[in-house]
């Protein structure tokens, strides 16, 4: 029988399972880089993972898993809902002997308890129907001692409640037709990837501070670090910010331009919301500019406005 969750879960699977093979090699690499980079600005010791048994849960097209395969673990078992991910994610890791893909379910790990030194869960809980379940997995399969990063997503800011606000928008537009107008736009695979994720994944959830912090005391961690540099993507400044909005309202200009196919004609006015709601966050970003080079906000209001909590990225110890 079709439970809705069953429902969400295989809609969040193909989503996701689509998205993969769309980068290629140098991205790819890139994206593996994106993690040692991060880590390494973090005073992470990337050679403390050699010789632990590590969990990439959520692994996507399995760029974690590789990366710390490549470093060195004893072994290290990436898991996903999507079949789709984890085939491109075998393909990539051709070769390695210390990784292996299966398909599993952060809400439901086939995985002994405290089986795991290092539980790695970037950007997945969020998209559960019931983040708090998996995080309670995530937590059973880690050893006493062993260490948990996670990634989850910040409340405020610019542009995720610019995200929710165009969401229905773009699905009303339907998949495929953003996606044909994301390919309209020109946009590189990472970006294709990111908005179709943004758009069109049934579940995400938003944390500020004191619920992290909350998380991760009640489940019985300690040294809990929230890691505030190695900001690499759209976080990493305001003006990268505004760009990525600004390729999001040309996701929906080229939607709306006259030399786009007539099939969007129909979409025409859920686009023009979409795109009047992208401009007007632009609009709000160089106002906050504007007051920042006035001298009336410092830098650290000027962040808050633009990027609120950002990703929650954080490193803790069981106890
Ligand atoms: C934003 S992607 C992140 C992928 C990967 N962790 C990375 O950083 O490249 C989210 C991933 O979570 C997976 N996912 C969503 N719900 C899941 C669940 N209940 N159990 C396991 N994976 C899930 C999706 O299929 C997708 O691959």
């Not at 969040?12 to 880089?33: I, K, M, P």
Request: net charge neutral; hydrophobic share 40%; with cysteine.
């Amino acid at each position: 029988m079709t439970t809705p969750q069953d429902a969400s879960t295989r809609q969040t699977a193909e989503l996701f399972g689509d998205l993969w093979h769309r980068y290629d090699d140098r991205l790819f690499e890139a994206s593996v880089q994106l993690f040692y980079d991060r880590f390494r600005a973090n005073g992470f010791d990337l050679g403390s993972l050699r010789g632990q048994r590590c969990i990439d849960v959520g692994c996507g097209g399995g760029r974690l898993s590789i990366a710390m395969a490549r470093l060195g673990a004893a072994e290290v078992i990436g898991c996903d809902i999507s079949e789709e991910g984890l085939r491109d994610a075998r393909r990539r890791a051709t070769g390695l002997t210390n990784v292996r893909f299966e398909r599993a379910s952060t809400l439901e790990l086939p995985y002994p308890d405290a089986s795991f030194d290092f539980v790695l869960c970037n950007g997945v809980l969020h998209h559960t129907p019931d983040p708090l379940r998996g995080f309670g997995e995530i937590t059973r399969v880690l050893k006493r001692g062993g260490r948990c990063f996670v990634l989850l997503y910040g409340k405020g800011g610019l542009r995720w409640p610019t995200v929710m606000k165009i969401r229905p928008h773009a699905q009303a537009m339907g998949y495929a037709l953003v996606d044909e107008a994301i390919r309209l736009a020109a946009l590189p695979a990472n970006k294709q990837r990111t908005f179709l994720d943004d758009f069109f994944v049934p579940h995400i959830t938003f944390y500020d501070g004191d619920e992290i912090h909350d998380l991760f005391a009640l489940h019985g961690y300690r040294d809990m670090q929230r890691w505030t540099t190695g900001k690499l993507d759209h976080e990493s400044s305001v003006a990268v910010q505004g760009e990525e909005l600004g390729q999001m309202a040309a996701v929906f200009d080229a939607a709306l331009a006259p030399s786009a196919p007539p099939h969007f004609a129909a979409a025409r006015a859920h686009a023009g919301t979409a795109r009047d709601e992208t401009r007007a966050a632009l609009a709000d970003l160089r106002a906050v500019e504007a007051e920042f080079a006035a001298g009336r906000i410092d830098e650290r209001e000027r962040d808050w406005r633009v990027h609120g909590w950002g990703h929650h990225r954080v490193l803790a110890t069981r106890i």
